[in-house]
């Protein structure tokens, strides 16, 4: 019987081990692979004299991908990378005018993709056992391939642009992270700028 509690202790003993979480602290390491949503408006981009718009549908998708590598200086300031992908626009045909002013059928089709790198920088104003919330700014590079056409049946024209009007990324963001053991949890964040307005994924301490 003895040995039988003994067993038991050294299980129990084990498994608070395991599972026993700590805050947050300087030396850590963080991984956050993520997806983002996009805004509609992030999706689709018109000419100003469109109207009836028809067979619409998305170059791309509404979610973007990227992941968060922070290392904790101290035990509120972390600095890291961040690093994402999206691919946006949209294609339809619409009703517009042709140079007499008369009504004309033409297909818009745009997409564009974007990479950004970023260097990050968090402060972290809320730490314990499951929950790390932090604010960060984030400045960088971004990349942008942009490719659109409009057409009718008597004419085509296209044009392709490699490079971003502005080849410079930023980010201001709040977020939180949740953990639900030592090193694994959730996150989510919201900012402007470097990405899209709402990110969630995991989040992996080491």
Avoid: C
């Avoid at 690093?83 to 339809?92: A, C, D, E, H």
């Avoid at 004309?104 to 929950?131: G, P």
């Avoid at 930023?170 to 899209?196: D, H, K, P, W």
Wanted: aromatic content about 12%.
């Amino acid at each position: 019987m003895k040995k039988k509690i003994l067993l038991l202790g050294i299980i129990l003993a084990s498994s608070v081990s395991l599972f026993a979480q700590t805050e947050v602290a300087k030396g850590d390491i963080i991984i956050d692979p993520y997806v983002g949503v996009m805004q509609s408006n992030m999706l689709r981009s018109e000419p100003n004299d469109v109207n009836e718009i028809s067979n619409w549908k998305l170059n791309g998708g509404q979610l973007a991908y990227g992941g968060r590598f922070e290392y904790m200086l101290a035990d509120k300031f972390g600095l890291g990378i961040d690093f994402n992908y999206v691919k946006s626009g949209s294609k339809y045909d619409y009703i517009g005018t042709d140079g007499q002013g008369n009504p004309a059928a033409y297909t818009w089709d745009y997409t564009a993709k974007k990479i950004r790198a970023m260097v990050r920088m968090n402060y972290h104003f809320v730490q314990n056992e499951t929950v790390d919330a932090y604010m960060g700014g984030g400045l960088g590079y971004k990349h942008t391939t942009r490719a659109w056409t409009i057409s009718d049946p008597n004419d085509q024209s296209g044009l392709e642009q490699e490079k971003a009007l502005i080849p410079m990324a930023f980010r201001l963001a709040v977020g939180t992270r949740f953990y639900f053991t030592q090193n694994i949890g959730a996150m989510i964040e919201l900012g402007l700028g470097g990405g899209t307005p709402l990110q969630f994924g995991l989040s992996v301490k080491i």
